[in-house]
């Protein structure tokens, strides 16, 4: 099974600040595989980003998303009051999929 | 858009069985896969297990031994059963079609809420 270990737990910025959250793999994915999730509270997740850096349909080129191998990075150029939010990373490599643990973005 | 819902007991006792159903707005079961997810309060996203419409399943290994998927393909429904249930098992379940580009997810249900207490 791949670990995925995300930090910081918690980033607390203003908006309009960058925000960079980091996923690291217990073994290396491909990064066709991996994908980043946005979750607010009472909702589903809202896929961001597949392939590593593809842009789902809708999500605004403020996020980005970028690595491969073991190292995964979103990047929120400038946040917006929307943004903040819990942020998941996510492989699909193989069998079991698995999240990591969630990196929550609060305002500051 | 496809639409996702979600429906079941929420409370379920202890040692029991947990069934749910994910109902789907129009008739693409048979052309995707569908998996389930869960999400104790306050905590991260864990894989069930993932059918397809014609029937072909593969199981996370943490919950083999007592989850159960399947089509109904004349009711647009996804089901899933889990049986022997603790409160470790009390979370958000959702249920999610795979994207036509890629294994990962991009329709889900808005989740439902499953208790587990006597």
């Known amino acids: 099974e791949t670990v995925l270990t995300q930090s910081p737990g918690t980033l607390s910025l203003s908006p309009g600040e960058r925000a960079t959250l980091s996923c690291r793999a217990s073994?290396?994915?491909?990064?066709?595989?991996f994908a980043w999730y946005q979750q607010k509270p009472g909702q589903a997740p809202r896929l961001l980003i597949y392939?590593?850096?593809t842009r789902a349909t809708g999500v605004p080129d403020r996020f980005s998303g970028s690595g491969s191998g073991t190292d995964f990075t979103l990047t929120i150029s400038r946040l917006e009051p929307e943004d903040f939010a819990v942020y998941y990373c996510?492989?699909?490599?193989?069998?079991?999929?698995?999240f990591g643990g969630g990196t929550n973005v609060e305002i500051k | 858009q496809v639409q996702l819902q979600e429906s079941g007991p929420g409370l379920v006792k202890p040692s029991e069985t947990l069934s749910l159903s994910c109902s789907v707005s129009?008739?693409?079961?048979?052309?995707?896969?569908w998996s389930w997810f869960r999400q104790p309060a306050g905590k991260g996203l864990e894989w069930i297990g993932r059918?397809?419409?014609?029937?072909?399943?593969n199981y996370n290994p943490s919950f083999k031994s007592r989850v159960d998927m399947s089509v109904d393909m004349s009711k647009n429904q996804v089901s899933l059963k889990l049986t022997s249930v603790t409160a470790a098992d009390t979370a958000v379940y959702y249920c999610?079609?795979?994207?036509?580009?890629?294994?990962?997810?991009?329709?889900w249900g808005q989740g439902t809420l499953v208790t587990v207490s006597s």
């Open positions: 059918i397809s419409g014609s029937g072909n399943i």
């Open positions: 999610a079609r795979r994207s036509t580009s890629g294994w990962f997810y991009d329709h």
């Open positions: 996510h492989q699909y490599a193989g069998s079991p999929l698995t």
């Open positions: 129009d008739d693409s079961i048979s052309d995707y896969y």
């Open positions: 392939g590593a850096s």
């Open positions: 073994q290396s994915v491909d990064s066709i595989s």
